[in-house]
């Protein structure tokens, strides 16, 4: 596998993500390949952990507004990029890429960490993996805020997702900056647009943006039976799960139907919409991160 790595000083220019950078290596189990994985890392490290997981075409920047409220409550909150985004390193080929390395390789960081006690923040992609690890590990978490995501198994895909799948199929430019500000209510500055574009010195490094909604298991798709394993243990799921959805993301809104009733720790949480679009952290972020506090302190 041929991994890439976004040059430091594509992030030097940042001036609103103040968190020191952290770093942990782990091992592709199919070919052996080392592959670093950045993280941020606040608050007090023996306490419980908020873990972070934004979506996709995003990095740990879109939880700039929220870590450092989140860790002056007392909290440890690590924020990870998702191999292929941010300041991690970017495998080349589409083909490098699938759902199930994505969950083995955030698994494999979650154990090289020793991550216990955690509320997950999940969004987009965040949830996809997020609550598969959620399944895959629930010893390890005690809590779970969702917004804008989900655990799709094959369902029909919205309109507004089929054309964007399509669209990081087949556009001739992907400019993910401008992606991200057409997901979010307010208006994004140039030098937060210049912030999301900081991975992707080039379109080469982009294989891992262009790839993942064609691997969201809306129609057929070989991940559903993992899917469905995991409902399984969402099925059976007491501790606190708590949905936040935005009232203006065209992709997702109406997704909290489909797990509260369902999840029995949604029962008795205060589940409600947040204002925003899809990228609710840039949106409403104290919204979000009121959530995430009444959650761990559940939890």
Known sequence: MRVLRTPDSRFAGITDFPFAPHYAEIADATDGTRLRI?????????????????????????????????????????????VGFGKSDKPALKSDYSYARHVAWMRR???????????????????LIGLRLV?????????????????????DAPRAFAIWRAFSKWSPVFPIG???????????????????????PDGS?????????????????????????????LDRWE???????????????????????????TAGQKHRPLSGGHFIQEDDPQGFADCILEVARQA
């Open 38 to 82: 950045h993280y941020v890392d606040e608050g007090p490290r023996d306490a419980p952990v908020v873990l972070m997981m934004h979506g996709e075409p995003s990095w740990s920047y879109l939880y700039r507004f929220m870590i450092g409220p989140v860790a002056d409550a007392g909290l440890r909150v690590v924020a990870p990029d998702l």
């Open 109 to 127: 960081w979650i154990e090289k960490l020793d991550l216990t006690n955690i509320t997950l923040a999940c969004q987009d992609w965040g949830s």
């Open 135 to 155: 399944a895959e590990m629930p010893g390890r978490f005690n809590g779970v805020v969702l917004s804008n995501g989900g655990l799709p198994a094959g369902q």
């Open 178 to 200: 401008k992606i991200i500000a057409k997901g979010t209510a307010r208006t994004l500055s140039d030098a937060e647009i210049a912030a999301y574009d900081a991975p992707f």
């Open 205 to 233: 490094f982009k294989a891992g943006a262009r790839i993942f909604p064609s691997f969201v298991p809306l129609g057929p798709n070989v991940a559903v039976p993992d899917q469905l394993k995991a409902w399984e243990i």
């Open 239 to 265: 501790k606190p799960f708590l949905c936040c959805f935005s009232d203006r993301d065209p992709i997702t809104r109406g997704g909290d139907a489909l797990f509260v009733g369902r999840v029995p720790g």
